[in-house]
């Protein structure tokens, strides 16, 4: 069996007044979603964690998660 990804979801976050921070599921269907997503979100909704989903070539279920770091260095 040939591994497999079955998901692919970002989570949001963003910092409120009234409930502290709030994480937010966005599904991403394809990778070039997931890059223009990652290059053109702004706040207040920050990129926390990329999450895939799927089955490595035993069949078992795995999820891969990938921390974002929302900082930019604009004098690049």
Known sequence: MKAKMQTC????RRLTTDDGIVETNLPIKTLEELYNYCV???????I?????TGQDAGGRARLLT????SVADHER
Do not use: A, D, S
């Not at 979801?9 to 949001?12: I, P, R």
């Not at 053109?40 to 920050?46: G, I």
């Not at 926390?48 to 895939?52: G, K, M, N, S």
């Not at 990938?66 to 770091?69: A, I």
């Open 66 to 69: 990938f921390v974002f770091q």
């Open 9 to 12: 979801n970002l989570v949001l």
């Open 48 to 52: 926390e964690r990329i999450l895939l």
């Open 40 to 46: 053109t979100k702004t706040e207040p909704h920050l």
